[in-house]
């Protein structure tokens, strides 16, 4: 069995992070749990460091840098074959991850998102015009990935380590979501979708996604798809995955 770990961002979720730490060390799939605070200012923090599980790491930034620079941060800390992004606010349930790992352990896939739209589970209703804003912002992906997605902006995303091996993010706050999904269309990597529940949170709740994100989403894709391809740091990336890929053993 591949070895698996999870990486968790944090910014100011201190109501929800004991329970999601709770849940993801608790299950004998994940091997290894890696939490970076981004600058938290609620405690957050500190609550995660009275968990006594084996298998978490934790770890601060100085300041809050956005989910990017968390990510990034705990990448280079994994060491296990298949890595897997967990947000920790509860609006996923880390149980189905288990599910999402099956393409990659029968070596159909590299890469596997779980999608919020493919309804076969239990997803609460909530913001009309989130939902539209995330379909044209799948649309607009796919039309520049030639991809069939159904959703590029969920936070379930599960691949192959090694494909980002060396790799950092150039993107800020939630732009990751669009670059990872840009480089992994260029890698010609392996992607597969699964159905997931979605516990969605109001602002009220703390969710903190807005029309900004929306915008700067948009420009990503126009960049990740059209002038990264042609800087150094997705060629790069391009040839290391060209030795490494499984399509090509």
């Known amino acids: 069995m ?5 990486l968790v961002p944090v910014y100011n979720e201190a109501k929800t992070i004991k329970p999601v730490l709770d849940t993801v060390s608790s299950m004998d799939f994940i091997d290894q749990v890696i939490v970076v605070d981004d600058g938290s200012k609620d405690g957050s923090f500190e609550i995660i460091q009275t968990h006594k599980s084996p298998k978490i790491q934790s770890y ?3 300041e809050n840098q956005g989910k ?34 099956i393409p990659i352990e029968k070596g159909v896939a590299d890469v596997v998102y779980g999608s919020r739209f493919l309804v076969k589970k239990a997803s609460r209703v909530l913001y009309f015009y989130h939902y539209l804003a995330n379909k044209f912002i799948t649309f607009f992906s796919n039309c520049l990935t030639n991809y069939n997605m159904t959703d590029i902006e969920t936070c379930y995303k599960v691949f192959r380590r090694e494909i980002l ?13 669009v670059e990872l999904t840009a480089l992994f269309a260029h890698l ?3 992607v597969y979708e699964c159905p997931i529940s979605y516990y969605g949170r109001t602002y009220e709740d703390g969710k903190k996604i807005g029309l900004k994100d929306g915008i700067w989403a948009l420009i990503y894709i126009v960049f990740y798809n059209i002038i990264a391809p042609k800087c150094a740091a997705f060629k790069q990336q391009k040839r290391m995955w060209n030795e490494k890929s499984p399509q090509n053993g």
């Open 165 to 177: 091996d060396d790799y950092s993010f150039s993107s800020k706050g939630f732009g990751m979501e």
């Open 2 to 6: 591949p070895s698996f770990s999870v």
């Open 60 to 62: 601060q930034l100085s």
């Open 188 to 190: 010609n990597c392996r």
């Open 68 to 101: 990017t620079a968390a990510i990034n941060f705990a990448l280079k800390h994994a060491t296990t074959d298949i890595v897997a992004i967990q947000d920790a606010d509860l609006e996923y349930d880390p149980a189905e991850l288990q599910e999402m790992l």
